[in-house]
């Protein structure tokens, strides 16, 4: 753990650092990331981990690479400038544990200019916010990953294990970005995505998908309007019914403990819709582009299925339509839901294991921890990760719930800030072991 005085130091260095973070900052800005225009401003990120002499990789981004891969997101549209670059800190002989720092580089379209007060790409500083298209949304984020090893550098540190500054593409509509770093190989033990976050730990999160509906019209001339269809009236209806799955969706949440207190936690969004050729003639064609969120007590497939259902009923009730079904494509996100599993459990033992000791009790916990002899680390992955899952199969009949032991135990507090769990749940005299090379750890505290 560090010491105070070293938090302060670093914190200094940060603080002296700050306006010439801010500069930076308002160049990256000012440069346009919108998806399939990300390459300057990738350009610039290069250059930055050059000046940090950090090793740079920088590859374009193949659909082949990804495409059979959990949690890719289907794109129809061409990835020929799709750029992710990494910048990597690699000590000669790494010691503790290795991180990514990630964040994404593309921003949403900065919407109709005329609504700005001054250029979107114009970053400016007032009342201490700095505003521009893409300055929080993720640009911060990037540019404080920088300067936090910078921070570390002006005092003649630097990390002991491996650093990944990665920045990454089209996070804003599929996630491809980071999926590609994953399966470039790029694995640490703990990842920060500085995005905003109001500084709160989310422990849960919804799933979204994005989809499009073609819905088709019988085309005529206005003066006999009534002999033909309407497609744009026609994906207003379908879309009024998809409010109705909305409300239903959002009513699932009384049995889910995480967003049961939320006041609306599923939203479908129409933010795209385009159709028609002429003003005087009954239009042909309509699309609707949607984002929907996802329960974690709901899954893709299921909602997705749900989703086609309550479009094809739409359609069923249209004479037309109901010979001519509206088209659904699924591409852009699709995430599933997510919960972090056991969070609250930890806690809730450590206080209960306080309230039934008796004054002068001593609490003894022994836990799986983090190996850290060189060699025997990687013997003890490659034993857990290949060969526990496929015991728990041959005795079993199960691997999978033996690979979720494996990577719970990985997903376990470290021994130091596990100890702090220890202090805070009201032990005195907390003190921890490391054991067997680190495998495990026995861990102590009074109650008094």
Known sequence: ??????????????????????????????IPSTRFKEAPAQDMMARLFKEDRLSIDRWQI???????????SPHSQDYDDAWNVVGAWRPTNPKGRSLILNGHIDVVPEGPHEM???????????????????????????????????????????????VYQQSVVEEECTGNGALACLQRGYRAEAALIPEPSGCTLT?????????????????????KADAGSNAIESAYRIIQQLR??????????????????HHHPVNFNVGKIAGGDWASSVPSWCTFDMRVGVLPTQTL???????????????????????????????????EPFVLKNHEHVRAVLAEARRVLKPGGRFLCLEFSTVDVPGLDKIYDLFSFNVIPQIGRAVTGDAESYQYLVESIRKFPKPEPFAEMIRTAGFSRVSHQIMTGGIVALHRGYRY
């Open 1 to 30: 753990m560090l010491e105070a005085s070293q938090k302060t130091q670093i914190m200094n260095a940060v603080d002296r650092a700050f306006d010439d973070q801010t500069k930076v900052l308002a160049d990256l800005v000012k």
């Open 62 to 72: 193949k659909i082949d690479d990804l495409k059979h891969l959990p949690g890719y």
């Open 116 to 162: 700005w007060a001054r250029h979107p790409y114009d970053a400016y500083v007032k009342d201490g916010w700095m505003y521009g298209r893409g300055s929080g949304d993720m640009k911060a984020g990037l540019i404080l990953n920088v300067f936090a090893l910078r921070a570390l550098r002006s005092l003649g540190w630097m990390p002991a294990a491996d």
């Open 203 to 223: 422990v849960a999160q919804v799933g979204v998908m994005w989809f499009q509906v073609k819905v088709t019209g019988h085309p005529v001339h206005v003066y």
């Open 244 to 261: 109705e799955l909305e409300k239903k969706w959002n009513a699932k949440k009384d049995h889910d403990k995480h967003f049961c207190d």
């Open 301 to 335: 497939k299921e909602c997705r299925q749900e989703v086609e259902d309550t479009i094809r009923q739409a359609a069923a009730k249209d004479p037309f339509l109901g010979n001519n079904l509206p088209v659904v494509s699924w591409e852009g996100f699709q995430a």
